[in-house]
């Protein structure tokens, strides 16, 4: 997982953190989760997304909803957030990292002017 240690920043001549530890380990078994989800519901994500795709998309969905959280005063729970990102990685899969991106900023907007769709709510993924 070389690309890993490269995207979390971690290939330098700094010496290892513990934090450098935990967020190599969460990486993993985010990507693990995701990947037995994808196994056990027959959907994304697959082979066509990779381990550094699962990472990054599921970095870029949590981090713009929890901005857009703090912009609207509200806590969204990492269970919800878990649920949406799944969304995002089957969307990424059916249509494509474009139309992904545009979704995304589609329902970030959408959440800032109306709240969190009613569904996104309703849904709960837990992956630790």
């Known amino acids: 997982m070389n690309w890993l240690k490269k995207m979390l920043g971690m290939e330098s001549s700094k010496p290892r953190t513990m934090l450098d530890d935990v967020r190599e380990a969460s990486a993993k078994i985010i990507v693990s989760r995701y990947r037995q989800l994808g196994r056990d ?8 997304t990779s381990d550094e795709e699962i990472v990054s998309i599921y970095g ?14 509200e806590h969204v729970r990492a269970e919800n957030l878990n649920a949406i990102v799944w969304q ?30 009613p569904d996104y709510l309703q849904r ?5």
């Open 88 to 117: 995002f990685l089957i969307m990424k899969e059916m249509v494509g990292i474009e139309f992904m991106n545009e979704h995304l900023d589609y329902e970030i907007a959408k959440y800032l002017r109306e709240g969190l769709r």
């Open 60 to 73: 870029k969905v949590i981090t713009a909803f929890r901005e857009a959280g703090k912009q609207r005063g």
């Open 41 to 48: 519901s027959g959907q994304a994500p697959t082979a066509a």
């Open 124 to 128: 709960e993924l837990s992956l630790f």
